[in-house]
């Protein structure tokens, strides 16, 4: 459902754009890690992965189950709450592997949490924790890195500056990139597992930042959207 959702409300807000590189593959049971940079991009990710005709399961902040509707649909589609800075945190890692078993695809957030910015410009995806490579080697599930830029345009900031983002997206509707790239499986020790993710998200999202037409030099110099 919540695919579904987000394959609606995504047009609404911006234009996004999905490409692929030639050897991507969206196998059952891969691991798909994404760049996380504003409370939007998990949408817009959704949105292109379904437009590529899969439906995740996602490893996100336990908070959202406490949101009413929300927390239900997360909680009945089989979603996977992460409660942070706590010995329970390691729980998400089990049910991860147990979907990934089953088949499903799991999207997980490495770095662990939004950037505190204030502006609506595009920057690699800050240093990552390691629960994608333990989750990776206990299962020998290929990683899939996912790039988005632009989510950004659509609400980042302060909180009010958020809502005004959202509220006026529909009018605005910036563009929206998703690009997704060829697995790797991961090797080395915990360290080397995690750089070579990072690497790989991190070129995910240059190109998605380069196909939406931000120069390396001004990724960080998109201005205030609101």
Not at 12 to 31: H, K, Y
Not at 69 to 81: D, K, M
Request: aromatic share 2%.
């Amino acid at each position: 459902m919540l695919s579904r959702i987000a394959d609606i409300l995504v047009p609404a807000v911006g234009r996004l754009a999905v490409t692929a590189d030639a050897r991507a593959e969206l196998a059952p049971g891969s691991i798909l890690a994404a760049n996380h940079t504003s409370l939007a991009d998990p949408a817009i990710v959704l949105a292109a992965l379904r437009r590529l005709g899969v439906s995740p399961v996602v490893v996100a902040a336990a908070g959202l189950w406490r949101v009413p509707v929300l927390g239900r649909a997360l909680a009945r589609e089989g979603h996977i709450p992460v409660i942070r800075n706590d010995r329970r945190a390691s729980d998400s890692l089990d049910l991860a592997a147990k979907a990934l078993e089953q088949g499903r695809l799991v999207l997980i957030y490495a770095e662990g949490g939004i950037p505190s910015r204030a502006d609506a410009g595009e920057e690699p995806p800050r240093a990552f924790r390691s629960g994608l490579a333990r989750l990776a080697l206990r299962t020998g599930a290929p990683v899939v890195p996912v790039g988005q830029a632009g989510a950004r345009r659509v609400t980042s900031g302060n909180p009010a500056k958020q809502l005004a983002g959202v509220v006026t997206a529909p009018l605005r509707r910036p563009g929206l990139h998703v690009h997704v790239g060829a697995p790797l499986t991961l090797t080395g020790d915990s360290a080397t597992r995690t750089a070579q993710a990072h690497t790989a998200v991190t070129a995910a999202w240059r190109t998605a930042a380069d196909l939406l037409g931000c120069s390396l030099e001004a990724r960080r110099d998109f201005p205030d959207t609101v």
